[in-house]
Nanobody, 127 residues
Framework: QVQLVESGGGLVQAGGSLRLSCAAS????????MGWFRQAPGKERRFVAA????????YYSDSAKGRFTLSRDNAKNTVYLQMSSLKPEDTAVYYC????????????????????WGQGTQVTVSS
């Protein structure tokens, strides 16, 4: 079973950038389809971005498109979320998540399709 640890969150001004990292251990990283979700206070967890095992295919929410870039380095067992042009509405706890790459991933945007989650990292964007 893979374990996930996020890092890179923090406080940034609107218009700034952050890069989140999610380090995996305990299993072969390339066996996993990876996603990023976020959860603001009082709101449900929402899809941000996802990538297949090779990072050839990536998916983004409408709010992330054009501002966020998802990448992964299977040699380092890490997936990254580069976030730029940040807005106050991007403030949330960001979670990375994993699911078996051989599972049906057509529902990649649904949190309940992922089997393993990290503990989350807080991102706060000030106006």
């Amino acid at each position: 079973q893979v374990q996930l640890v996020e890092s890179g969150g923090g406080l940034v001004q609107a218009g700034g950038s952050l890069r989140l990292s999610c380090a995996a251990s305990g299993s072969t990283f390339s066996n996993y389809f990876m996603g990023w979700f976020r959860q603001a206070p009082g709101k449900e967890r929402r899809f941000v971005a996802a990538t297949n095992w090779s990072a050839v295919t990536t998916y983004y929410s409408d709010s992330a498109k054009g501002r966020f870039t998802l990448s992964r380095d299977n040699a380092k067992n890490t997936v990254y979320l580069q976030m730029s042009s940040l807005k106050p509405e991007d403030t949330a706890v960001y979670y990375c998540a994993a699911r078996d790459r051989f599972d049906y991933v057509g529902n990649y945007y649904k949190a309940d399709g992922y089997t393993t989650w990290g503990q989350g990292t807080q991102v706060t964007v000030s106006s």
